[in-house]
Nanobody, 118 residues
Framework: QVQLVESGGGLVQTGGSLRLSCAAS????????MGWYRQAPGKQRAWVAT???????NYADSVKGRFTISRDNAKNTVWLQMNSLKPEDTAVYYC????????????WGQGTQVTVSS
């Protein structure tokens, strides 16, 4: 079965950086676009950054210029480099395929908590 395992979260001060990793297994990784999503307390999960199979990236306006998504198909891994972190970036971060198709709704992992202190 598909497994997505996120790691790299933690507590950081405003302006700090973190690098999140997502290891995928049980799926044709190179044949899927991938995305990072986040869910803040009391809010719905929302996409943050996406990377297509050809490496084209896209970012939510709130993180543009601060976050960078990348992937390594040989390692079945996608990363999210987060710089200039703000308190509003505090959330649980998840990776999943992009675009999300129906079957992928069952792929969500445990996520990784990012907390940015002011």
């Amino acid at each position: 079965q598909v497994q997505l395992v996120e790691s790299g979260g933690g507590l950081v001060q405003t302006g700090g950086s973190l690098r999140l990793s997502c290891a995928a297994s049980g799926m044709p990784f190179s044949a899927n676009g991938m995305g990072w999503y986040r869910q803040a307390p009391g809010k719905q999960r929302a996409w943050v950054a996406t990377i297509s199979i050809d490496g084209t990236t896209n970012y939510a306006d709130s993180v543009k210029g601060r976050f960078t998504i990348s992937r390594d198909n040989a390692k079945n891994t996608v990363w999210l480099q987060m710089n200039s972190l703000k308190p509003e970036d505090t959330a649980v971060y998840y990776c999943n395929v992009w675009p999300l198709y129906a079957r992928a709704l069952g792929y969500w992992g445990q996520g990784t908590q990012v907390t940015v202190s002011s």
